[in-house]
């Protein structure tokens, strides 16, 4: 079992609310990816965080947004929630180096947000 | 970008018997494509990965194959067991965008005893 673990595990928001998903990574993981899974389909990449900077993002508007943590935790924020964003949100840890790429990403057991 | 496409969508298979599933990918510079099992209500899990330098792995039970020239990867599950009944994923992402997955959209697959 990785060490990968996320808060909360379920929410109901209504829509245009707010909503901060956290996520805190597998010891000695400094990257974080955050993903979202719409029923049924494969995990859509939204962002990924590493070395507390977002370094790379994708096709998700601003309103999803990002923070990563000193201790390489990461929240997850959505603004202005849409019916559409209900979905599982996941992140994931891997370990980047400055010279060594390590490719592994281990998941966490998700957020299952629902939008009313 | 990379665009992923797997098949196929559902699988059914008896117990024993082998299971294949076909990912094909668009971008040439991907070059590590791994493979996950998400079981109902549970996080997806890293069950192998390959990277572009072979052309296939194996673990026990299950093993990649890749064809860079076609582009396309596939998992083979032999001697399938019920508890091999899961939805599974194949990923694929490239060096320079590192740890950014694209995902297909996922087989699901049953093993009947």
């Known amino acids: 079992e990785t060490g990968v673990t996320q808060s909360p595990t379920h929410l109901i928001k209504t829509r245009g609310q707010q909503v901060t998903l956290r996520c805190s990574s597998q010891?000695?993981?400094?990257?974080v990816s955050w993903y979202q899974q719409a029923l049924g389909q494969g995990p859509q990449f939204i962002f990924q965080y590493y070395r507390e900077e977002e370094n790379g993002r994708g096709n998700f508007p601003p309103r999803f947004s990002g923070l990563q943590f000193p201790n390489y935790s990461s929240e997850l924020n959505v603004n202005a929630l849409e019916l559409d964003d209900s979905a599982l949100y996941l992140c994931a840890s891997s370990q980047g180096y400055d010279d060594v790429i390590s490719y592994e990403q281990y998941f966490g057991p998700g957020t299952r947000l629902t939008v009313t | 970008g990379e665009n992923v496409e797997q098949h196929p969508s559902t699988l059914s298979v008896q117990e024993g018997d082998s299971a294949v599933i076909k990912c094909t990918y668009s971008?040439?510079?991907?070059?590590?494509f791994p493979w996950y099992k998400q079981e109902l209500g549970k996080r997806p899990q890293l069950i192998i990965d390959?990277?572009?330098?072979?052309g296939e792995k194996k673990d026990q039970r299950i093993a990649v194959t890749l064809n860079k020239t076609a582009k396309h990867f596939s998992l083979h599950i032999t001697e399938t067991q019920p508890e091999d009944s899961a939805v599974y994923f194949c990923?694929?992402?490239?060096?320079?965008?590192?740890?950014?997955?694209?995902f297909g959209a996922g087989t699901q697959v049953v093993v009947t005893p």
């Open positions: 390959i990277r572009s330098n072979v």
């Open positions: 010891s000695g993981h400094n990257t």
């Open positions: 990923a694929a992402s490239a060096t320079d965008s590192w740890g950014k997955f694209q």
């Open positions: 971008d040439s510079a991907s070059n590590y």
